[in-house]
């Protein structure tokens, strides 16, 4: 009810826009939406098996590769930017002696996370962002003030 029409497919007219194509939506036009309405749900998926009218017509056209891969969705590449791009920030905003000045969490514990997520051991990228931005938000609103 929400999350398509007010995320997805909003972010797919912008992305689109912004690169000058124009996208349809096939899937969602009435005459197949009320097809398939009508279709036994036997015939839509089972307990181990979805969208199969949708994947029968699909092996016609496309390569078993394309079909037999994993989903795919629209994640930015945090990973990679925390390993790159945002690297720098991450140390200098993380840094042990600030961490600690903090005083809310483990600094040696944030390095080691930082070390592991930075040679690819471990993707420590969700918790390294919300360290970051935390830290970034305090920083902002309290300066060095300790809690």
């Known amino acids: ?5 007010d995320d997805i497919l909003v972010k797919v007219d912008r992305m689109s826009m912004a690169n000058s194509l124009e996208v349809r939506v096939p899937l969602l036009d009435h005459r197949v939406v ?12 089972t ?3 979805s969208k199969i009218l949708l994947r029968d017509v699909a092996r016609r056209y496309l ?25 720098p920030m991450l140390h200098d905003v993380l840094e042990p002696a ?5 005083g809310l969490f483990n600094s040696d ?8 997520h930075s040679v ?9 962002w919300a360290l970051l931005m935390l830290e970034s938000w ?8 300790q809690f």
């Open 47 to 49: 307990q181990f098996n």
């Open 1 to 5: 009810m929400s999350y398509l029409p």
């Open 109 to 116: 514990r944030i390095t080691q996370m930082i070390a592991e």
């Open 63 to 87: 390569p078993r590769e394309i079909l037999d891969r994993l989903k795919q969705g629209f994640a930015i590449p945090l990973a990679g930017w925390l390993q790159k791009e945002l690297k």
């Open 120 to 128: 690819g051991k471990r993707d420590y990228s969700q918790q390294l």
């Open 138 to 145: 305090f920083e902002k609103e309290f300066g060095q003030q």
């Open 34 to 45: 009320e097809f398939m309405a009508q279709v036994n749900k036997e015939q839509k998926y």
């Open 98 to 102: 600030r961490v600690q000045r903090r």
